[in-house]
C-alpha cells in the first residue's frame, strides 16, 4: 500500500504582478499589494498523487498534504483537503522564517520523518510528491535537498506515471529528451513539471475540508538540525530590478513591413543580442594585486562600495597610506565626512577591512561536467569559459569533474575549452546518469579536493545533481545564475566572495546571493549565458583519476526507457524558422514552415533551419532533434522566427543569444512579445503565407 506526502506552497500570485508590488528603492516585493494563491505546480502534484492512488487501484493509500509558512498557509492545506487530501499537517514557527533552500528542506524533511512516524505507523512505502519548484523560489532545490537528508531517491521533472507490474513507472523530463524511470524502491521523492488533469472541489468535500482539524507543528516538535536564517547556507545581499531588456518588443501591423524589417535586420546585423540582466565581465584583482591596499573598489554592495569611497577620499586628503597612521584625530576627521553614513563602530570594522588581503575561500574553480554518451553538453564549456576568468582573477586553477563511465578522452576538450585539471572518476556503475550515484562521485571529489567554487549546468540534469551534492557537502547553492563575480565585503571580514546573481520571481526581480557556512561556494548558471572560449588545442592540462568504491546500492532509479533527439540538425545556421504547440497540426507544421524557409532561403541566399519547441515536439509536430531550448538546443542564430511559440523562460533561455528574434502569435498577450525584437499578432494560417509572398516581392 502506497501513502503519498505531497507538498504545497502559498506563494504570491505572480501572475497578477504589477509596478507598484515592488518597492522601487530596494527592488523588494511588497507581499500585502499581492494575492496569496496555492503554487500552481503543487496543485498538479495533489493531482498526480490522486492519479497514483486511483490507478494503484488501492483505495486504503492516504494522501496527506503537508506545508511550511505562517498559519495563513493553512488556506492552501484546506484546498488540499477539498480537492483529494485525507489529512493535512501545517509546519509553521517565527524560527522557521528567512530560511534558503537547505533551512527549508531540512525541516520539512525532518516533518515528513514524523509523519511517516506517527501519521503512517512507519509504513515506509510512501512518495514525497511536489512541484518541480515554486514560483516564488523558481529554484527547483528543496524536493532534492529533501530526498538528500531523507537518503531517498529523487525523479524530478515528472510528467506522467503508470502503475505496471505491481510497482510506478515514471515519463520525466531529461536533457534532450524524455525517459521512463522506476525508484529501485520505494520510498521516494517525485517533482511534478508538467501534469495537466486539474482536480475540482465539490461542495460537500469544500465543506468536509474547511472542518477538518488540520495538525500543526512548530519547530520543537520536528526536532530540525537547519532552521532559519541561522541554518540558511545563503544570503541575499541585494535585490534590484531586472535590467531593461535591449528587445525593440515592437508590433507590425501588417506582413510587408515585417518582411522588409526581416530583409533589414539580417543584412545590417551586428552581433549584438538583446538580453537583459546576463552575464557581465567580473574584471576583479585580489587586495594585494592593487595599486595600494586601500583601493576597496570591488566590494559587494552599493552601501559597502560607498562608504569605502567616503573613506578612500577623506585618506587620500589626509596623506594616509598606511592603516597603522590612521590615528583617533584622523578617525574623527573621517567621522565627521562620513555623516550619517557610517559611524565609530562600522569605521573601526571598514578600517580592519583594509588590512585584510587574504581570500576567505581557497582552492581551484570547478566546473561539473555534464555529458552523454561520451558528448559533451555544450553548457560545460561555457562554465568552463567562466571558471577561467574567475580562477585567472583569483589566481587559482579551473578544475572540470568528470564522472562516467570510459571518458577520460574527454579530458582533452575540456582543457582545450581552457580546464586545468580533470578530475577523472570512472566506474561501470556510471555509465549513465543515476542522481544517487552521480552525488556520491562528486561529493567524494569535492570532499577530498575542497574546490572553492564549484559550478553546474542549469540543465534539468544538473538543477537535480546540485542541490543533492551540495547538501551531502554541506555547502550552500545558489539556482539558475546568470552572473557571476568575484566581489569583496572587507568590513565583514571577507575577501574575494563568488557573488551570485539570479533572476527571482518569475524574472520580475534579480537577487544577489552570497554563500556562507560553507566550505565551498557553489551555484548552478544558466546555459546560453556564459561565454564559451574559443578552443585551444595547444592548451596543457592534467588528468588526475580519483577513486570512489561503488555498489549496486548506489543506483537508485531503474531506467527503463530513454528517447533522445535523433537526426541531423543544423542549429548553426544564420536563419532558424521554429513552430510551436500554436502551429496546431503536423501537416500545418510542415506546410508553413516550408513555405516561409523557401522564400527566406531565396531571398536571404542562407541556411534555414527548422526548430521547434517542447509542446510542437510533444504534440508530434516534429522530432525533437529539432527542440530548441533549456532541454533542447541552446542557439544563437542571426535571425529566429518563433510561430506560434508561447515564449515559456525554458524555451527563450535557449535563444537568449540571437541577434533579432521575430515572433507571430495569435495572443495579443503573449509574453513572447516582451521578449522578442518585431511581432505581428495574428494566426500562423493567415500570416506566414502573407509574409512568404511579402518576403518574395519586397
Ligand atoms: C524542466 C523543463 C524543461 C523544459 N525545456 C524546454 C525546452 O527546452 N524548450 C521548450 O520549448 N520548452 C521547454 N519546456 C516547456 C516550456 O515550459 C513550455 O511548456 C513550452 O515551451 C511551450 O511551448 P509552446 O510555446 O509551443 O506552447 P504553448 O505555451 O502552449 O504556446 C502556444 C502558443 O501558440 C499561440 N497560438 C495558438 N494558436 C495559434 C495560431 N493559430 N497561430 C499563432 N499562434 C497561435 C498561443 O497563443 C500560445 O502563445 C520545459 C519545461 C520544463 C519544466
Same mark, same amino acid.
Given at each position: 500500500?502506497? *501513502? ?45 498523487? *490522486? ?19 505562517? @498559519? ?58 511536489? /512541484?518541480?519548484?515554486?514560483?516564488? #523560489? ?38 534532450? #529528451? ?68 535591449? =528587445? ?20 545590417? /546585423? ?81 578600517? *580592519? /577591512? ?66 586545468? *585539471? ?16 552521480? =552525488? ?19 540543465? @534539468? ?5 546540485? @542541490? ?103 542549429? /548553426? ?5 521554429? #513552430? ?56 544563437? @542564430? ?61
Amino acid at each position: 500500500m502506497s *501513502n503519498y506526502i505531497v507538498l504545497v506552497k502559498q506563494v504570491p500570485d505572480v501572475s497578477q504582478i504589477t509596478d507598484n508590488a515592488f518597492n522601487p528603492e530596494t527592488g523588494t516585493l511588497i507581499r500585502t499589494r499581492l494575492a496569496s494563491v496555492i503554487n500552481e505546480l503543487d496543485t498538479q502534484a495533489l493531482a498526480l498523487a *490522486n492519479y497514483m492512488k486511483e490507478i494503484s487501484g488501492d483505495r486504503q493509500g492516504k494522501i496527506i498534504a503537508l506545508t511550511m509558512g505562517p @498559519p495563513m498557509a493553512e488556506e492552501v492545506l484546506r484546498y488540499g483537503l477539498s480537492r483529494c487530501a485525507d489529512q493535512a499537517v501545517l509546519l509553521t514557527d517565527r524560527a522557521l522564517g528567512g530560511a534558503d533552500t537547505v533551512a527549508t528542506a531540512n525541516p520539512l524533511a525532518f516533518a515528513v520523518r514524523k509523519i511517516v512516524k506517527e501519521l503512517l505507523k512507519n509504513e515506509d512505502d510512501y512518495f514525497v510528491i511536489s /512541484g518541480m519548484q515554486s514560483v516564488d #523560489g523558481d529554484t527547483a532545490q528543496v524536493p532534492p535537498q529533501m530526498a538528500e537528508e531523507l537518503r531517498l531517491p529523487c525523479i524530478a521533472y515528472v510528467t506522467e506515471a503508470e502503475f505496471k507490474n505491481d510497482r510506478f513507472e515514471f515519463t520525466r523530463i531529461i536533457s534532450g #529528451g524524455s525517459q521512463v524511470v522506476a525508484a529501485k524502491k520505494p520510498p521516494a521523492v517525485i517533482t511534478v513539471a508538467r501534469y495537466e488533469f486539474p482536480l475540482y472541489a465539490t461542495f460537500s468535500k469544500t465543506r468536509w475540508a474547511n472542518q477538518t482539524k488540520v495538525t500543526t507543528w512548530d519547530s520543537e516538535d520536528i526536532k530540525a538540525t537547519h532552521i532559519g536564517v541561522k541554518g540558511s547556507r545563503t544570503a541575499v545581499i541585494r535585490v534590484f530590478p531586472p535590467g531593461k531588456s535591449t =528587445r525593440k518588443c515592437r508590433q507590425l501591423n501588417d506582413a510587408n513591413s515585417l518582411a522588409k524589417v526581416i530583409i533589414d535586420s539580417f543584412k545590417s /546585423g551586428n552581433g549584438e543580442t538583446g538580453t537583459a540582466g546576463g552575464e557581465q565581465i567580473n574584471g576583479y584583482v585580489l587586495p594585494d594585486k592593487r595599486a595600494s591596499l586601500l583601493d576597496r573598489s570591488f566590494e559587494g554592495t552599493k552601501k559597502e562600495q560607498e562608504d569605502y569611497a567616503i573613506l578612500s577620499e577623506k585618506l587620500k586628503e589626509l596623506g594616509i597610506k598606511e592603516t597603522n597612521q590612521i590615528d583617533d584625530q584622523a578617525k574623527a576627521k573621517i567621522l565627521t565626512a562620513a555623516g550619517e553614513n557610517f559611524h565609530d563602530r562600522a569605521l573601526d570594522d571598514m578600517i *580592519n /577591512g583594509l588590512k585584510l588581503t587574504k581570500p576567505a575561500f581557497k582552492g581551484e574553480i570547478w566546473v561539473v561536467a555534464e555529458h552523454n554518451e561520451g558528448v559533451t553538453h555544450p553548457a560545460t564549456f561555457e562554465l568552463i569559459g567562466k571558471a577561467r576568468e574567475l580562477a585567472d582573477s583569483l589566481e587559482t586553477k579551473v578544475g572540470v569533474c568528470l564522472a562516467g563511465y570510459q571518458v577520460e578522452s574527454m579530458a582533452k576538450e575540456l582543457i582545450a575549452a581552457g580546464a586545468d *585539471n580533470i578530475y577523472v572518476i570512472e566506474d561501470k556503475l556510471l555509465s549513465v546518469f543515476d542522481p544517487t550515484s552521480h =552525488r556520491k562521485a562528486v561529493a567524494d571529489a569535492i570532499a577530498k579536493y575542497w574546490p572553492q567554487i564549484v559550478l553546474y549546468a542549469a540543465t @534539468p540534469q544538473g538543477r537535480m545533481l546540485a @542541490p543533492m551534492v551540495s547538501y551531502r557537502v554541506e555547502c550552500g547553492l545558489t539556482a539558475d545564475c546568470t552572473g557571476l563575480d568575484i566581489r569583496d565585503s572587507s568590513r565583514k571580514g571577507d575577501i574575494a566572495l563568488l557573488l551570485q546573481t539570479r533572476p527571482a520571481l518569475g524574472g520580475n526581480v534579480m537577487a544577489t546571493i552570497r554563500t556562507k557556512n560553507s566550505k565551498s561556494q557553489m551555484a548552478t548558471a544558466r546555459p546560453g549565458v556564459m561565454k564559451r572560449l574559443p578552443p585551444d588545442t595547444s592548451r596543457k592540462g592534467n588528468v588526475i583519476k580519483h577513486k570512489v568504491e561503488f555498489s549496486h546500492d548506489d543506483i537508485s532509479l531503474e531506467i527503463i526507457k530513454t528517447e533522445l533527439g535523433a537526426g541531423d540538425v543544423n542549429f /548553426g545556421a544564420e536563419v532558424i524558422v521554429s #513552430g510551436g504547440k500554436g502551429m496546431q497540426n503536423r501537416d500545418n507544421y510542415d506546410r508553413l514552415l516550408s513555405i516561409l524557409c523557401e522564400s527566406l532561403r531565396k531571398k536571404l541566399n542562407t541556411q534555414i533551419e527548422r526548430g521547434a519547441s517542447r509542446a510542437a515536439v510533444e504534440q508530434g509536430f516534429v522530432e525533437r532533434i529539432h527542440q530548441v531550448g533549456q532541454t533542447g538546443t541552446s542557439i544563437g @542564430p542571426k535571425l529566429y522566427i518563433a510561430l506560434g511559440i508561447s515564449g515559456a523562460i525554458q524555451h527563450m533561455i535557449g535563444v537568449a543569444n540571437t541577434e533579432t528574434i521575430v515572433a507571430v502569435n495569435s495572443d495579443p498577450n503573449a509574453p513572447i512579445f516582451k521578449q522578442c525584437d518585431y511581432y505581428i499578432v495574428g494566426t500562423a494560417e493567415e500570416t506566414i503565407p502573407q509574409l512568404a509572398q511579402a518576403l518574395e516581392q519586397t
